[in-house]
Nanobody, 124 residues
Framework: QGQLVESGGGSVQAGESLRLSCTTS????????MGWFRRAPGKEREFGAA????????YNVESVKGRFTISKDNRKNTVYLQMNNLKPDDTAVYYC?????????????????WGRGTQVTVSS
């Protein structure tokens, strides 16, 4: 299992943007499916977006499609989550996960490694 370190969270106003980063090892960035999940207070961990080792992307259409974009830079061993037009409902701790096998990227249990999370707070 590898180490994942998230960064880029913060407090913003509704309508503003943030870019989250998840830095890990070269092996994980290149060969694993990487996902972003979030957990709001009192709620279950929710799938946001994922990117496979072949750069195929998937999104939680209801929650983030059209506003969030996941991308990966293998040279920097980093996966990004660009979040635009943020809403108060986006307030949560955002976690990066790594899954060795693809095909179930929306399920938290598919991920072997997790970061500690980064807090995103959006005020109206």
């Amino acid at each position: 299992q590898g180490q994942l370190v998230e960064s880029g969270g913060g407090s913003v106003q509704a309508g503003e943007s943030l870019r989250l980063s998840c830095t890990t090892s070269p092996r994980i960035t290149a060969w694993y499916t990487m996902g972003w999940f979030r957990r709001a207070p009192g709620k279950e961990r929710e799938f946001g977006a994922a990117i496979s080792r072949s750069d195929t992307t998937a999104y939680n259409v209801e929650s983030v499609k059209g506003r969030f974009t996941i991308s990966k830079d293998n040279r920097k061993n980093t996966v990004y989550l660009q979040m635009n037009n943020l809403k108060p409902d986006d307030t949560a701790v955002y976690y990066c996960g790594a899954a060795q096998r693809g095909g179930a990227e929306r399920i938290p249990g598919s991920y072997e490694s997790w970061g500690r999370g980064t807090q995103v707070t959006v005020s109206s």
